[in-house]
């Protein structure tokens, strides 16, 4: 392979156009208009919508808007949606979290390391002003990977997009640490036994779906739209066929824990020059989760990634900086599942905040997420019923909405309307990877963002030290870069040294 050095000065600007171009051509350019509330026979589409990374954006909290949206506050990258609770209705934004189960509002703003501010400027729900509220006597702590709660549980109308949830048991909180939002839980219960019946299955109860299913499209970090359509798919919202892969059973779990497991069978990379690299058969137990910002994946493999990338610097608390330029390029970060490859290009996978750049992936030695940095890419759907998701490559070409239904195969198998982009030709083929790394570690003493970023969800079991699935021993040979650094990669490094004490508080996460 020809050395390529990932910095910003290597490729000409005809390059990026054309690739550019070949997306546009592709429908896989998305819109920037949010998708209107929509409800059918038997699925409900709240939409979703991103608000821009702009300086202003990063410390706003929420922007209000009419309809029902999620939206990617880079602050912390958390999606986050608005719904009505009570009679009448009152908003609240709440953090959409695809990894704990459990539904409250009303975060205490003053624990907060960073955007006290924000967070009481946002609309918090008045049980004294609703006459459908009837609180309970049952009382829960909850805890979180980056924080905590203290709930009163109350039955309560919910309202999400066009779809009236009747007496609904959400949590009032008393005390949170550390948590911006109020969240909505749509995991199936960590322990496998319900407490009481969570939003999806109150939506069953009440003829509002047809089963414990719903699909997610968050879209990019570039991009303010997407949508999450509870008892439905759009099929103009992928390429190709959604595979499907089986949730794994908690034994098989590193914590024991009933989530939305499933295995991962391989890691590579596509480069810019069209070079792909893939590691060897792998089996990796990895769970989807929209409440953390990174992915979290074993050392060799985060270290292997992170080594293709010149200049790139671990901070003593784990977080891998990496030139800003990177973004520019072309290149993914390529994900193996069985039948289905999911590629996330460098700018949704790297995490930009005023001129620092993260890579999105930090190391476990528990557990094993792929988080925000991951599902940006793809069209996931969650069947919890069937115990299933399906996942395909996130496009967007048009809009065709079709209902899920109950029973096995619930999930439809229809192709997506979106037309894949070609492959990079590859005149030497894919090359083999070595996930045991043999490159030195530039370690700098510098802190990275504060916080735990993986979202392990109320009520799961014990950590464990053991019974982790061993890896079995992979290839990944990092190739030879070329060492001179470039004016893009040597301005990136300084200023990530200059700037990141300055951003540290802005960079928290919900897990």
Known sequence: MLPFLLAGSLLAGSVAASA???VRAAGLHRSRSPPPKVRGEGFIRAPLSIVPPTAESFKRLMARQNEVEVKNIWSGTRYTVDVEIGTPPQTVTLILDTGSPDTWVNPTCETLLAGIQECRKQPFFNSTKSSSFNKTQRINYLQYGSGTAIVQWVFETLTIGSATIEEQIIGINSWSENIPNGILGLSPPVTGNNDYPYVLDTMVAQGLIKSRAFSLDLRGVDNPTGSIIFGGIDTGKFIGNLVKLPMLPASQTPLGAYRYYVTMTGIGVTFPDGQVVRSDEITVP??????????QLPPEIVQALASVFTNA?????????VPCGVTEFPGSIDFYFAGKTIRVSFNDFILELDGICVLGVLSSEDEYVLGDTFLRA????????????????????????????SGPDAVPSSRGLCT???MPTVSAGVKSLNLQPTKSVNVVDTPGPTGIVAGPGPGGPSRATTGLPELPTINWQIPKWDENESAVGRAAGVGMMMMIGAVVANMMWLC
């Open 286 to 295: 990895v769970f989807l989760d929209s409440g953390g910002t990174f992915s």
């Open 378 to 405: 793809v069209y996931a759907v969650f069947d919890q019923d069937n115990q299933e998701i399906h996942l395909a490559q996130a496009a967007n070409c048009g809009t065709n909405l079709v209902a899920i239904g």
């Open 20 to 22: 550019a171009d070949a």
């Open 420 to 422: 894949a982009l070609p």
């Open 313 to 321: 610097v671990l901070t003593r608390d784990g977080y891998w900086l």
